[in-house]
C-alpha cells in the first residue's frame, strides 16, 4: 500500500467515478481500476459496491478512507514543515562553546537572529575539550574551539583572531605605563582561571624562560569575575581580548602591553567533515562568512587545511 495507491482510491471515492479520478490523477481508466483491484488484494476486502453506478463505498471502503485522508494530510503536513524548515521558519541550531568562545557568537548570531527570526538557538556551554566529542556524537552541530581541533573528521574555519591581555585596575603602579617587560611582573599577584588551557601553559613557559616567578595568589572559575575582581583592585591577569573590550572602553581596567608576551588565540568554527548540516546549520556559517567578509577588525573566515 503505498500513497499514490491511496490518493487514487480517494480520488474515486469521491467523484463516484473511476473515469473522472483518471482524470485527477493523470491516468488511463483502466489503470486506475487495476490499482484499486490491487489495493482491494492487498486489504483483503472489496472497497466499491460494483453492482452499484456510482461507486458507493463498501464497509471497508469507508474506513479505509477515513484512514486515507489521514494519512494525506500528514503528508502535506510533512511538506509543508519541511518547506518552513527551508525558508527558515522553524528548526533549532545546537551550539557548543566555552565562556571565552561564545563571546564571539555575540557579534555573528546577532547578525544570524535578524536573518532567521523563526530558528530558535540552543548555545550549550561546555569544556573546550569536550567540544570535539559533542560535534562528533551529534550532541551539538557546530562548536568554538580556540585551539585547532586533531580529530581529521572535523572542518575547522578560523573566524577570530584574538590576543591575551595583561590588565590591571586603574590605580594600579603600573596603570600609566605604555609597555611592561615579564621581569616586572614577578612580584605581581595574580588572579587565573581555574581551568587548565595551551595558552596557560605557554604563559607560564614564558615566564620560567625569563626566570620571573609567576604568582597565582587566587583562581577564579570565570572570566566575569576575573575581571570583577581584578577591577576592585586585588591584582592583576591576563585575559582574551575580546573579554573586556567594555571594561577598557569604561575604563574600569587598564590593558598594558607585555613585551615578551605576544599570544594570538584564533577562535574556529568546527563541525562534521561530510555532515549534512540542517538549513539553520548552512545558513549560521553563511552569516559568519559574511561577518568575517564586511567587519573590520580580527574577524575573518579562513578554512585551514
Same mark, same amino acid.
Given at each position: 500500500? @503505498?500513497?499514490? $495507491?491511496?490518493?487514487?482510491?480517494?480520488?474515486?471515492?469521491?467523484?463516484?467515478?473511476?473515469?473522472? #479520478?483518471?482524470?485527477?490523477?493523470?491516468?488511463?481508466? /483502466?489503470?486506475?481500476?487495476?490499482?484499486?483491484?490491487?489495493?482491494?488484494?492487498?486489504?483483503?476486502?472489496? =472497497?466499491? @459496491?460494483?453492482?452499484?453506478?456510482?461507486?458507493?463505498?463498501?464497509?471497508?471502503?469507508?474506513?479505509?478512507?477515513? +484512514?486515507? $485522508?489521514?494519512?494525506?494530510?500528514?503528508?502535506?503536513? #510533512?511538506?509543508? *514543515?519541511?518547506?518552513?524548515?527551508?525558508?527558515?521558519?522553524?528548526?533549532?541550531?545546537?551550539?557548543?562553546?566555552?565562556?571565552?568562545?561564545?563571546? +564571539? =557568537?555575540?557579534?555573528?548570531? &546577532? @547578525?544570524?537572529?535578524?536573518?532567521?527570526?523563526?530558528?530558535?538557538?540552543?548555545? $550549550?556551554?561546555?569544556?573546550?575539550?569536550?567540544?570535539?566529542? $559533542?560535534?562528533?556524537?551529534?550532541?551539538?552541530?557546530?562548536?568554538?574551539?580556540?585551539?585547532?581541533?586533531? @580529530? *581529521?573528521?572535523?572542518?575547522?574555519?578560523?573566524?577570530?583572531?584574538?590576543?591575551?591581555?595583561?590588565?590591571?585596575?586603574?590605580?594600579?603602579?603600573? #596603570?600609566? *605605563?605604555?609597555?611592561?617587560?615579564?621581569?616586572?611582573?614577578?612580584?605581581?599577584?595574580?588572579?587565573?582561571?581555574?581551568?587548565?588551557?595551551?595558552?596557560?601553559?605557554?604563559?607560564?613557559?614564558?615566564? !620560567?624562560?625569563?626566570?620571573?616567578?609567576?604568582?597565582?595568589?587566587?583562581?577564579?572559575?570565570?572570566?566575569?569575575?576575573?575581571?570583577?575582581?581584578?577591577?576592585?583592585?586585588?591584582?592583576?591577569?591576563?585575559?582574551?581580548?575580546?573579554?573586556?573590550?567594555?571594561?577598557?572602553?569604561?575604563?574600569?581596567?587598564? #590593558?598594558?602591553?607585555?613585551?615578551?608576551?605576544?599570544?594570538?588565540?584564533?577562535?574556529?568554527?568546527? +563541525?562534521?567533515?561530510?555532515?549534512?548540516?540542517?538549513?539553520?546549520?548552512?545558513?549560521? =556559517? !553563511?552569516?559568519? &562568512?559574511?561577518?568575517?567578509?564586511?567587519?573590520?577588525?580580527? +574577524? *575573518?573566515?579562513? /578554512? &585551514?587545511?
Amino acid at each position: 500500500m @503505498d500513497l499514490f $495507491q491511496l490518493e487514487t482510491f480517494l480520488s474515486v471515492a469521491q467523484t463516484g467515478s473511476f473515469s473522472a #479520478a483518471a482524470k485527477i490523477v493523470h491516468r488511463t481508466q /483502466p489503470a486506475v481500476s487495476q490499482l484499486v483491484r490491487r489495493l482491494e488484494e492487498e486489504v483483503g476486502e472489496a =472497497l466499491f @459496491d460494483r453492482s452499484s453506478r456510482d461507486g458507493m463505498l463498501t464497509d471497508a471502503g469507508r474506513v479505509l478512507q477515513e +484512514y486515507a $485522508q489521514k494519512m494525506l494530510n500528514l503528508r502535506r503536513e #510533512a511538506r509543508a *514543515s519541511l518547506e518552513e524548515l527551508r525558508q527558515f521558519q522553524r528548526g533549532t541550531l545546537v551550539l557548543a562553546a566555552n565562556e571565552f568562545t561564545s563571546l +564571539y =557568537l555575540l557579534r555573528v548570531l &546577532e @547578525d544570524f537572529r535578524r536573518f532567521c527570526p523563526m530558528i530558535k538557538i540552543a548555545v $550549550q556551554r561546555s569544556l573546550a575539550s569536550s567540544i570535539s566529542e $559533542q560535534i562528533l556524537d551529534h550532541t551539538a552541530e557546530i562548536g568554538v574551539l580556540s585551539f585547532r581541533p586533531e @580529530d *581529521s573528521s572535523l572542518v575547522s574555519i578560523v573566524v577570530f583572531r584574538d590576543e591575551l591581555v595583561f590588565v590591571v585596575p586603574p590605580g594600579h603602579p603600573l #596603570a600609566k *605605563s605604555k609597555i611592561v617587560n615579564i621581569r616586572q611582573l614577578g612580584a605581581e599577584s595574580f588572579i587565573a582561571h581555574n581551568v587548565v588551557s595551551p595558552y596557560r601553559l605557554k604563559v607560564l613557559e614564558a615566564f !620560567k624562560r625569563h626566570k620571573t616567578p609567576l604568582n597565582i595568589g587566587v583562581e577564579m572559575p570565570t572570566i566575569e569575575a576575573i575581571k570583577r575582581f581584578v577591577a576592585a583592585g586585588n591584582g592583576v591577569a591576563l585575559v582574551p581580548g575580546i573579554a573586556v573590550g567594555p571594561e577598557l572602553a569604561r575604563g574600569e581596567l587598564i #590593558a598594558i602591553p607585555v613585551k615578551e608576551l605576544k599570544l594570538e588565540r584564533k577562535l574556529r568554527i568546527v +563541525y562534521r567533515k561530510g555532515g549534512q548540516l540542517s538549513h539553520a546549520g548552512r545558513a549560521f =556559517l !553563511k552569516v559568519a &562568512e559574511s561577518v568575517g567578509s564586511t567587519t573590520k577588525g580580527p +574577524y *575573518s573566515f579562513q /578554512p &585551514e587545511k
